[in-house]
């Protein structure tokens, strides 16, 4: 990978978490307005409270798949953090 590349690809990876951050910061789905709900089988997942089939959703309802990671390195965390004091 170039110097180039690799810039280009970590500047996706924070506009992606940028977006993540927003939306777990928020604490709603993004598509049915249900509360996130953490999974803690791993470090940054949370999903919609209607997700799974019906009769596992932590919140009962239709089904919704929405899922998302949040799960920086320290350093991207900063990075996030601090766009986001830049943009606000
Ligand atoms: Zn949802």
């Given at each position: 990978?170039?110097?180039?590349?690799?810039?280009?690809?970590?500047?996706?990876?924070?506009?992606?978490?940028?977006?993540?951050?927003?939306?777990?910061?928020g604490?709603?789905?993004?598509q049915?307005?249900?509360?996130?709900?953490?999974?803690?089988?791993?470090?940054?997942?949370?999903?919609?409270?209607?997700?799974?089939?019906?009769?596992?959703?932590?919140v009962?309802?239709?089904?919704?798949?929405?899922?998302?990671?949040?799960?920086?390195?320290?350093?991207?965390?900063?990075?996030?953090?601090?766009?986001?004091?830049?943009?606000?």
């Open positions: 990978m170039t110097k180039g590349q690799k810039a280009e690809a970590r500047e996706k990876r924070i506009k992606m978490l940028i977006e993540a951050q927003g939306i777990v910061a604490g709603r789905c993004p049915c307005s249900e509360k996130l709900f953490r999974n803690l089988s791993l470090s940054g997942w949370w999903q919609c409270g209607h997700y799974g089939a019906v009769g596992f959703q932590k009962p309802g239709p089904n919704c798949n929405f899922q998302i990671f949040y799960d920086p390195t320290p350093d991207e965390h900063a990075e996030v953090l601090r766009r986001k004091q830049l943009a606000a």
